[in-house]
Every structure is written in C-alpha cells, then in structure tokens.
C-alpha cells in the first residue's frame, strides 16, 4: 500500500508541476509574441498564459456573405464578349439579359447560324444552350457555375487575408464558413470602421478613356443619338466631392484601358500641396497597354474609376508607359488603406457584413475585472462552506478544488483554448460542479460510518461507491456541453470549452487525488478511531 | 456539521400536489410568453444593432436621441445602463430591411457631427481612432526625431507609443480632456505636446458594437433551438442506454422540459433579453438539472439490487431521503457561485447567472418530484394494465430485465420492481 500511494503521490505532484510549467512557458511565449519584447516580465508571463477571446481582449468579429452572383455577371458578361467578337460577320441580333447565368442572342434569317454554333463550339465550352423562338438561349452549366461560386468565395477569402496580413493583424481567423460566408476575427484591432473598409472595399481599378464628362446625367445622353449611349460605352458616376450633394457623370469606353489586374504595386504618396495620392505602378504586359493608349490618345481624358466611381479624369499629357496617380480627396489613412488593397488585389466579388461584434479594449479589461472578482468570491464562498460542513474532509476538498483550477488554466493554456467572458462563467461552474464530486464521496462516507462501518473502510467505499455516480454526472454534463459546443460564436465556444476541459479535470481531482489525501492522512496509521468529516 | 441526518420524509405522498404546483409555474411562465410580455429577443436572435458608448459627461438622452433621428435608421432605442456615474449609454437600432448597411458606423458618425459639430478633418479624434491609425500620424510627424537616429524604426517606435497612449485610454475609460494627456506614463512630453496639437477629445468612446443581420439572426434561433432538443435527446439516449430503463430516461427528459420551460417562463416574466448567452446557461442546466436526477436515479438502480422486496414507491422514497443532503448541497454551492456571479459579474453575464439561479432551484426541486414521480406514475400504469390483461397474479417481465438477475413477482398490491440492467456493469466499477 505505501509503494503505490507513493507513486500516486508522484504522480499527482508530476502532473502538477507539468501544468505549471506549461501555463508559465506557454505564457512566456506568448507574452514574448503579443508585447514583442524578449524577456517579458514574470508578470506578462502570467497574465498571457491563457489566451483571451475576442469579447476579452478587445477586437472584430465579422460575418461577410460574398455575392457570388458579382462573379457570376462578370462572366456571363464575358461570354457575351467573347460570342460578340468571334461572330462579328454572322449578322447577330441584340443580346437579352434575362438573370444572371442567362443570356440569349436574337437570331433571324440572315444569321448565319452556322458561324454561331461554331464560335459557341470553340469559345463557349461552359455553356449550354437552347434555339427557338427566334433566339439562341445560352445557360450556364451547373457544374461550371458551382465552379465560379466556389472560386469567388475561396478568391475573395485569399483576397482579405492579403489585405489583413498587409495591414498588420496578430492572429487574424479567416475563414470561410459554408457556402458563401467568411469569418473573419481580428484580435485586439480597436478601428472598427476602418478595418471593415478594408476589408469590404472591392478595389476593382478601371482607367478607361473618357468620351464626354463630366456633366448632369441628362445633358451627357442629349450628345447621343436617340438619348441612347451606343454599346460600347457607359456612364459612370463620378466621386463626390466633399461638401457638394450634386452628382456628376463621365461616359467612358467600357474596354478599360488597364484594370487592376495589370498593377504590379501601389503605394501612398504625397500630391501637390500636400494632398495625399495613390501612386501605381505597371507590369510589363500593363505597360505596354497602357503606352499605346496614351500614345495614341493624347489630349484626351483618362478615367480613374475605382469600384465603378470615376475618383478623377486628368488628360493625357503624353504617352506614359508604367506608372500613374489616383488623386482624390483622400485622408491619409485613405490613401494608405487604397494602396493597401490594390496592392492585395480585387475582390472577385462584392461583400455584404451579415453580422459585425466589436469590443473596444476598455470593455475587455472591465469584462475581466468583474469576472474574476465574481469567481474568486464565489470560490472562497464554497471552500469555506466546505470547510464548515466537513471539517478536515473539506479542507481535503478544498485542496482538490483548487487543484482543479490550476489544471484547468493550465490546460487552457496548452491547448490553445480561448477563454471568454462566459469562459469565466464556466471556470467557476466548473468549481461548482466539481465540488459535487467530492459532496457525493462525503455524504457515502457519512453514511458508511452511520451504518457501523469502521472508518478506512467507510472512506474505501465511499469512494467506490459513488464513482458509477460520478461518472453518470460528468457524462450528462459533457454531452449538454458538446451540443453547446454546436452551437453559437466565439464566447459562447469559449464556455462550453472551458465546462468540457473543466468537467474532465475534475473527475482526476476529486476522485483521485481527493482519495490520495485521505490515505495520506489515514492510510499510514494501521488503525483510526475516527474521520473528520 | 450536518443539515440532514436520516431524514426519512414521504416526498411521492406529495406527488400529485408538486404536479400541480409545476403545472402552475409553467402555465404562470407561458402566460407570461404567449400572453403578457412575449419573449424578448436581443439583437442575436431579432436582428439589429446594439452599440454601447461611454460618453465623457453625463449624456442627454433626449438630445442623443434627436440627433440620431436624423439618421434614418428607424426605432432607436436609448437607454442608460449600469452605474450612471460611468456615463455609458447602451444605443439599439431596429433592424434594417435591407441586408448589410453598416449600422453601428452610421450611428456613430451622426452622433459625433450631432454632437461635435464641424472638425478639422487634418485632426483626429483621440478617443475614436485606432492604434494603428494614431501610429501612422505619430510616424508621419515624428514628435520624438526617432528618424535621425541610426537604425531607426520609425513604425515600430510610434506603434509602441500609440499602444501606450490607447492603453491609457482603455485604463481611465476615455480622455476627458487635453490635460489627461499629462498622465499617460511611458509617452514623453513631445509627443503630448502633438497630441494637443494634431487630435480633438472626442465626447465619447465606443465600448461595443454588435450587428446582426435577418439572415444570421434566423440561423442563431434555428440552431439554438436546435442545440437545446438535440441535447434534450442525447440525455435521454444516455439514460435508457446507462439505467436500460424507459421510464427513467422520460422521467429524466420530462424534468429536463419541466425546467426549460418553467425558467423561460419566468426570465419572460422579469422582462429579461434572451441572447446566446442564456442560451448557453439554458443548455447548461440542461446538462444540470439531468445531473440531480441522475444522482437519484442512480441511487434507485442501487436501492433495487438488494433482495428485499419493498414497493418501487417505497424504494425511490428511500433513495431521495438518501441522496438528499448531496442534492441540497451541492445545488447550494453551484447557487453560491452562481449568486456571486449574478452581483459582480456585471451586465453581460447578468442574465445568465439569474437563469442558472432559477435552473438550479428549479431543477432540484424536479429531481427530486418530477423524475421519481414520473417513474412511478408510469410503472404503477403498466402494472395497472398488466394486471388486467392477466388476472392472476403472475410474474410479470419488466421491460429489460438481465437473463442473469431473478424476475420478480408482481403482487397484486404492490408495484412491481423493475431492476435496471446495467448492475452487472456497474459491479466492474467497484473494487
């Protein structure tokens, strides 16, 4: 018997000691990453142990929907582009746009349907289509159209962790949840607004040549024939001035000249007065677009468009091959963020917020304030209910419970667990329960003594006794604690994380080393007359 | 010390009357759902904004509140809360009919022009802006002439400046004016003469922001009424599978409802919000209010084993008077927490304690009557119904009775004694 409560001894001090190097080592590290210092203060050490969860620490919680159906027009668009160019000799009627993964072509007896069918063979391989009634129908295939969804969602997905990694986030979640929604959470970020910007902004560049503009709507379409603007073309808002609730518009080329896409890097600058500008710079195929159409273009106006608003039209001076300006009214936080996400590249598709949680920094420290306040009294409360209700077996219990939360902070700590502000609600329920076990232990130790049992052996089935119990009770509670893992965000995770770690921790302390101090204080005597419980 | 020593009360003499006063406080707590107040749905579940500001003065409400009419955001709700020497204000926004306006920064630009007026767009607001965008202004002015030092990092120098400068924000709540500048430590006096300078003392600080829209507020319902019958279901799975016992797993499962249902009832009654958060404790005391009953009933499963043939009513009796002090005690810790919880956990974890107070009295008041009842009423039906199918008194084979354990008789008096399977299992459990 001595042997092995020796080596249970052992173990238990093993365990411990682990737990508390591993909370103070993980706590080092982390320190060391979140304040950025090398040899981060005891203190830090301790307090960066366990990581804290957004409604803790401060920072974004972001549901975005991607509009899938963006990338779906911009390549209907796009076949009808392509089927226009390869069939220009085939006497083509219009184009009808019914949705968005539909298009017909109006046909009559001088088509050359042959050409159609031809072009569709050659260039149109991800579309379907139907004739009759005087029109070709095209329909997008549903294999290629899940394709394009699923591609818009996983672009988009690489396109804001660009954007988020160049502006510099510790520990940024994206992730794509579903079909179409992104997760987005940035720890610590306290600009909500400015960040959402970034994120949100399609960045979608366009320079195109203007045609007329800028001007009211009405008096830009009285200049065409009909009041109508001629297929190649297209009207395009201008940026409102700050200050001015009166809009302007250019009609511009819909070919752009050079799109985002032809961009090799961005960067903010300063303009004429100080103003801040966008400074961009062209790869080499953007380059030599670009060369020819100013060359060939000058004295003519050039539109910055940027997410379909025209930020600025400056004329052509010269023939410029690989780098331009955006001037507009821009902060500098503007420029900066404008360079920053042209640099990281478009959004293949528009983002709607469906779901937005911020917590600014004050609440988080005031959050954890209360919370550990309200846990360390409710936990003195219990151990000293315990130790007036049991005498020495409580203090027993009390040793046990407060074993119990070390391990659990420690256990948080090493598996990475976040804790939120519930999470602080489950740590102390978790001593709530936990405590149960060892009520359950007493009261059949109790009992055993009631019924004439003398006392080593009243304690061996006390424990023995109430083990099935126990189990019984930590099985229900985990399992209602894994659907609530199911269920919910972040701090609603946290708590269910915490209660899951908390109850499978307790079930070591409060049968186990809670049996080993028993023996410790009575196991040795061959012989007690008593038990203080 | 000892609160219950041997008690031997009847508690299923009661049954019927416990049965009528847990009819009552349901039908109390629906009358307050359905017919009173109905459920009141925070913003996870309705949809909306909730924006929480801390203002730097004591707030007008009624000037917030026609500044923010002119937004055009529809019902605005304005509350003050807490404690009103903090000046914090909780700011809710109906939800919008349209998917995506971004809410929160429309409420909070209003109310800073509203209250502001016109500012120098060349200053920023100290207590609105962010680290990141007080590190770039600090860099761009360079206060401290970190550039002509060698091997300067001009970033890196002012990002620590500005993570002290919010720091110190954070820690008094908001800069009240230009002189608490004097106080951030670490941060020296040229850089607090810039901040004098370059930044405006906005009237408020943001705390929090919360913004669901129709589509995730429908998803949050659908899952957490889901979560609460999925978990329902898998304690009642665990039970038939650990006692091999229908009655008790309903038993189990009827006390599992009789408490949601009671608690809902009444936290409608008090007029409290349901958000994720008390759905959390809701699913809490599921897992709970199952905990005490399995307690019971496992006493029950241990009290049938012996060889003494005793009524099932006589038996549960028994087993509640044996495990009552565990029940009362235990259930007067998790309060104690709970309680502490509930005074000093501040407002977020307000409701969720209250509801885990309500669970837990409620749920060991139905461990003890609505579980065991429900198993009595239920044998005391099968064997009123067996008796009649077989007049004679014959053994009568309890629903999963082990090949291995001795089939009881029933008498014609007394209920007959199912003896849960599982006991040969549970002997491996003990030493």
């Known amino acids: 018997m001595g042997k092995k409560l020796r080596w249970r001894v052992l173990l238990i001090l093993l365990v411990l000691a682990g737990a508390v190097a591993g909370f103070v080592l993980t706590g080092y590290a982390r320190a060391r990453k ?500 | 010390m000892e609160l219950f020593r041997q008690t031997n009360i009847d508690f299923l003499k009661y049954r019927w009357w416990a049965i009528g006063a847990s009819w009552a406080l349901i039908l109390i707590g629906m009358f307050a759902v359905f017919v009173q107040k109905g459920l009141k749905f925070g913003i996870d579940f309705s949809g909306g904004t909730a924006i929480a500001v801390k203002f730097n003065e004591r707030p007008d409400v009624d000037k917030l509140r026609k500044i923010l009419d002119g937004a055009n955001l529809g019902e605005i709700g304005i509350q003050r809360y807490e404690d009103p020497e903090k000046h914090e204000v909780l700011i809710r926004v109906q939800q919008q009919a349209k998917e995506g306006r971004d809410v929160a920064g429309d409420v909070l630009r209003t109310l800073r022009q509203g209250l502001e007026g016109p500012t120098d767009p060349a200053k920023i607001d100290i207590n609105t802006e962010g680290k990141a965008t007080l590190a770039a202004r600090l860099a761009a002015a360079d206060p401290d002439r970190v550039a002509g030092r060698a091997d300067a990092d001009l970033a890196a120098a002012y990002a620590q400046v500005a993570e002290r400068v919010i720091a110190q924000r954070s820690q008094v709540g908001l800069f009240h004016s230009a002189a608490d500048f004097g106080t951030i430590p670490g941060v020296s006096p040229e850089v607090k003469a810039w901040l004098g300078a370059n930044t405006v003392v906005g009237p408020f600080v943001l705390l929090s922001a919360e913004n669901v829209g129709p589509q995730v507020g429908a998803d949050l319902q659908k899952k957490a009424v889901l979560a609460i019958v999925w978990s329902t279901i898998g304690m009642l799975l665990y039970i038939v599978f650990r006692f091999r016992s229908l009655p008790f797993g309903v038993g189990a499962v009827v006390a599992i409802v009789h408490d949601t249902l009671i608690t809902i009832g009444l936290l409608a009654l008090f007029g409290r919000e349901f958000n994720l958060i008390v759905v959390a404790a809701l699913l809490t005391l599921v897992g709970y209010s199952n905990n005490d009953t399995v307690v019971v009933l496992d006493r029950v499963r241990e009290n049938l084993k012996t060889p003494k043939k005793e009524p099932l009513d006589v038996v549960i009796n028994r087993s509640i008077n044996q495990t009552l002090s565990r029940t009362i005690l235990t259930s007067g810790a998790t309060l104690i927490v709970v309680i502490a919880l509930y005074f000093l956990g501040g407002e977020v974890l307000n409701t969720f304690a209250l509801t885990l107070i309500i669970g837990i009295i409620v749920g060991t008041y139905s461990s003890i009557y609505v579980a065991a009842s429900i198993v009595v009423i239920w044998k005391n039906f099968q064997n009123r119904r067996k008796l009649a199918v077989v007049p004679a008194p014959a053994p009568v084979k309890a629903p999963a009775v082990p090949p291995t354990a001795p089939t009881p008789s029933a008498s014609a008096s007394s209920a007959a004694v199912a003896r849960p399977a599982g006991s040969g299992k549970k002997k491996k459990n003990r030493r």
């Open chain 1, 34 to 533: 979140d304040l950025g210092v090398t040899t981060p203060t005891v203190k830090d050490a301790l307090r960066h142990g366990i990581k804290l969860g957004l409604d803790l620490r401060g920072g974004i919680h972001l549901v975005l929907q991607v509009n899938t159906a963006d990338a779906l027009k911009a390549e209907r668009d796009d076949a009808v582009e392509t089927l226009r160019n390869n069939t220009k000799d085939a006497g083509l009627g219009g184009v009808e746009l019914p949705t968005d993964t539909t298009f017909s072509v109006v046909v009559n007896d001088k088509t050359d349907q042959s050409k159609l069918e031809d072009a569709t063979k050659r260039f149109l391989p991800d579309w379907s289509y139907t004739t009759g009634g005087g029109k070709w129908t095209f329909v997008l295939k549903d294999v290629n159209r899940h394709q394009i969804e699923d591609n818009a969602v996983a672009q988009a997905v690489e396109t804001i962790r660009n954007r988020i990694d160049e502006f510099g986030v510790a520990e940024p979640l994206i992730a794509r949840e579903g079909k179409d929604r992104i997760l987005v959470q940035l720890p610590g970020i306290d600009d909500p607004k400015r960040v959402k910007d970034l994120i949100k902004n399609t960045a979608f560049l366009e320079l195109s040549l203007v045609d007329k503009g800028p001007s009211t709507s009405e008096a830009l379409l009285a200049g065409y024939p009909g009041g109508k603007i001629p297929d190649n073309l297209k009207m395009v808002e201008a940026k409102a001035e700050p200050g001015r609730t009166d809009r302007s518009y250019y009609i511009v080329r819909k070919q752009a000249v050079i799109t985002g896409r032809d961009l090799k890097n961005a960067r903010p600058s300063q303009g004429q007065f100080g103003a801040a500008t966008v400074s961009f710079f062209l790869t080499a195929g953007g380059s030599q677009k670009f060369g020819a159409a100013t060359g060939a273009n000058i004295g003519k106006q050039l539109a910055i468009i940027l997410d379909n608003r025209v930020q600025s039209a400056p004329k052509i001076d010269d023939r410029i091959t690989d780098s331009g300006i955006i001037k507009g009214s821009f902060t500098p936080e503007e420029a900066n963020d404008l360079a920053l996400v042209l640099r990281a590249g478009a959004l293949p598709a528009g983002l709607t917020y469906l779901e937005e949680r911020t917590v600014g920094p004050s609440l988080g420290l005031d959050s954890i304030r209360k919370g550990v306040t309200a846990s360390v009294v409710g936990a003195l409360f219990v151990f000293v209910a315990m130790v007036v209700y049991y005498r020495r077996a409580g203090w027993n219990a009390v040793i046990a419970l407060l074993l119990n939360a070390i391990l659990l902070a420690a256990a948080m700590s090493l598996f990475e667990a976040t804790l939120t502000l519930p999470g602080i609600a489950g740590f102390i329920l978790t001593i709530g329960m936990a405590v149960d076990s060892n009520v359950l232990v007493f009261e059949r130790i109790r009992e055993e003594l009631r019924n004439g049992r003398a006392p080593k052996a009243a304690i061996e089935n006390g424990f023995s006794k109430a083990f099935a119990t126990i189990v019984d009770t930590h099985a229900t509670a985990i399992i209602a604690a894994v659907f609530l893992l199911q269920f919910g965000t972040g701090p609603v995770k946290g708590f269910a994380v915490t209660l899951i770690i908390g109850l499978l921790i307790s079930m070591f302390t409060a049968v186990f080393v809670s049996h080993t101090i028993f023996e410790i204080e009575y196991g040795r005597r061959a012989h007690i007359d008593t038990v203080s419980i």
